[in-house]
């Protein structure tokens, strides 16, 4: 018989998704947490883990602890254990609450920042799991280097949970090298701290972050969820990730190339996202929200007027793709570049029009013309103005090692583009 665990992480119970309307039931971490119980009472897991900053300190603190102690309470009436390491977050509130005595299920591990391993039976079969807890909100030191020997037996599989700030260099979270986790006895390692789901080593030992099971922002876009870990009987550990979160952003780029007025790019905007977001329920299967930065790209005749186009009223916007499933836009960018129409024809004109083809097609081909020359000159000159002057000294070292001339070149080729297009549109019949 296989043993089978969830883990989460960083979940900030007291926050909510931004950039959506109203505030629905579902957009709270509050949800997603009950989400997370009900997976486990209905016997998909045995035990659930926990990594840390599962309270969010910075809202609504006192209101997010009823949500976790409820969800607690559900979890020990089905029989249900928890183990967790508090994060920078929860450092003293999860602590508080495994040392009561209302959850004799739920147990804190490595409180004080003092390393513990414990041991979870089934069907005669052992799980170990060891864990340090932030005793602070910042931990400049790596808890790694304090692992002392915890006694694991190495006959049963062992998984480790830390809350940690993986390959940051120099951190206030508990900084940690990737390298360290190996040779610990640790057969898995969850993390948490790091909101987006990242795998850091596939096995032996298989280290990860879960990462936020509730998506809270644009900047944590694609899928979030929790990660199931089952224990085959051979010791071997096996990992996927579960699909919890009820809102998921996305950026999603669409051509309006060689689409007319304000209604044509609009339903372009618009169709796109709705399609997307239909194959994404496929998939994944409690979706309330899919919020979309789209970004319009391609050519347009009046790429200004395109980017009014698509993003006026955008705010308004929202479609019920199935029952219970929103699509929604918070932003709308442009990219779009002027249509510029036969570059070739227009190169062979002694026009302005002409020579800013020339230039456009020579840059493209990576030749250059008398003209780049002269504006890159220009360019370059300007620029290392600008590099020098002190306020640019932190990000000097960074600009000196760039690609200049290159840059300087898809510069001038993205300005040459945008004149012409207005030249092109100031000459066209429509304006006359
Ligand atoms: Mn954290």
């Known amino acids: ?43 998909k897991a045995d035990m659930l883990l926990l990594t840390g900053d599962i309270v969010d300190r910075n809202n609504r603190y006192f209101e997010a602890l ?69 005793p602070r909100q910042f931990v400049y030191e790596n808890p790694l280097l304090s692992m002392a020997r915890l006694g694991i037996d190495p006959n049963h599989p062992a998984i480790g949970l830390l809350h940690c700030d993986v390959a940051a260099g120099e951190s206030k979270y508990a900084p940690v090298d990737v ?44 899928s979030h969820g929790c990660v199931l870990l089952t224990v085959e009987s051979t010791g071997i550990i096996r990992h996927e990730p579960v699909p919890m979160s009820p809102v998921r952003f996305e950026t999603l780029v669409v051509d309006i190339t060689g689409s007319a007025g304000e ?26 929200w899919v919020v979309y930065d789209i970004i319009i790209d391609g050519e347009h005749r009046t790429p200004r007027e395109a980017a009014i186009w698509a993003g006026s009223g955008i705010e308004d916007y929202r479609l019920e793709i199935q029952p219970g499933t929103n699509v929604v836009i918070r932003k709308v960018e442009s990219i ?31 030749r250059t013309t008398p003209f780049a020359e002269a504006l890159l000159s220009q360019w370059n000159a300007k620029f290392l103005a600008i590099n020098d002057s002190p306020a640019y000294q ?28 207005e030249l092109l549109e100031q000459q066209s019949p429509s304006k006359q």
């Open 1 to 43: 018989m296989s043993i089978k665990i969830l883990v989460a992480g960083d979940l900030h119970l007291g926050r909510s998704s931004g950039g959506i309307p109203g505030m629905p039931e579902e957009i709270s971490t509050r949800f997603t947490w009950q989400r997370i119980t009900d997976w486990c009472i209905e016997g």
């Open 66 to 134: 009823g949500p976790l102690q409820r969800g607690f309470a559900r979890l020990r009436d089905a029989g249900i254990k928890v183990f967790m390491v508090s994060g920078n977050h929860d450092f003293d509130v999860l602590n508080q609450i495994a040392r009561g005595s209302d959850y004799e299920n739920v147990r804190l591990l490595g409180a004080g920042g003092n390393w513990e391993l414990a041991s979870f039976e089934k069907n005669g079969r052992k799980v170990q799991v060891a864990g340090w807890s932030f």
């Open 179 to 222: 390298s360290g986790f190996a040779g610990k006895g640790i057969n898995a390692w969850a993390l948490g701290h790091i909101h987006k789901p990242i795998i850091l080593n596939q096995a032996d030992p298989l280290v990860f972050y879960p990462g936020s099971p509730h998506a809270m922002s644009a900047k944590e876009n694609g």
């Open 263 to 288: 209604g044509d790019v609009r339903a372009r905007v618009t169709r796109a996202a709705a399609q997307e977001a239909g194959n994404m329920i496929r998939e994944q299967q409690g979706l309330a």
């Open 336 to 366: 779009v570049r002027p249509l510029i129409g036969n570059l070739e024809k227009l190169s062979g004109e002694s026009s302005p029009a002409g020579r800013l083809a020339e230039t456009i097609l020579a840059i493209g081909q990576g």
């Open 394 to 421: 932190p990000v000097k070292k960074e600009v000196r090692n760039a690609d200049l001339a290159g840059q300087g070149m898809r510069f001038i080729e993205k300005e040459c583009r945008k004149l012409l297009g």
